[in-house]
Nanobody
């Protein structure tokens, strides 16, 4: 059974940082393309960052230079380091895995940026 469990969300002030974690079981993060998506209230889910099995990363323009996706295959965990957070980063963040079109999703973790 595949499980993706996110953690690390919370409330932080603008300009602050958070690190999200996605612990995977039932799949290998070294094989799957792993990604982070987010969904703000009233908006569609959007890609934030993704890393392929070859280590190639891509980011949404809105987070380039502020967010970093990384992967620890030994721990089967993917991370999203988020710096210089803005109120518009407020959303539920979801971990995603994709292998040849077969996708899995985590339950999501809430990130709120507010003073």
């Amino acid at each position: 059974q595949v499980q993706l469990v996110e953690s690390g969300g919370g409330l932080v002030q603008p300009g602050g940082s958070l690190r999200l974690s996605c612990a995977a079981s039932g799949i290998s993060t070294s094989i799957f393309r792993m990604g982070w998506y987010r969904q703000a209230p009233g908006k569609q889910r959007e890609l934030v960052a993704r890393v392929t099995r070859f280590g190639v990363t891509n980011y949404a323009d809105s987070v380039k230079g502020r967010f970093t996706i990384s992967r620890d295959n030994a721990k089967n965990t993917v991370y999203l380091q988020m710096n210089s957070l803005k109120p518009e980063d407020t959303a539920v963040y979801y971990c995603n895995s994709d292998y040849l079109g077969v996708e899995y999703w985590g339950q999501g973790t809430q990130v709120t940026i507010s003073s």
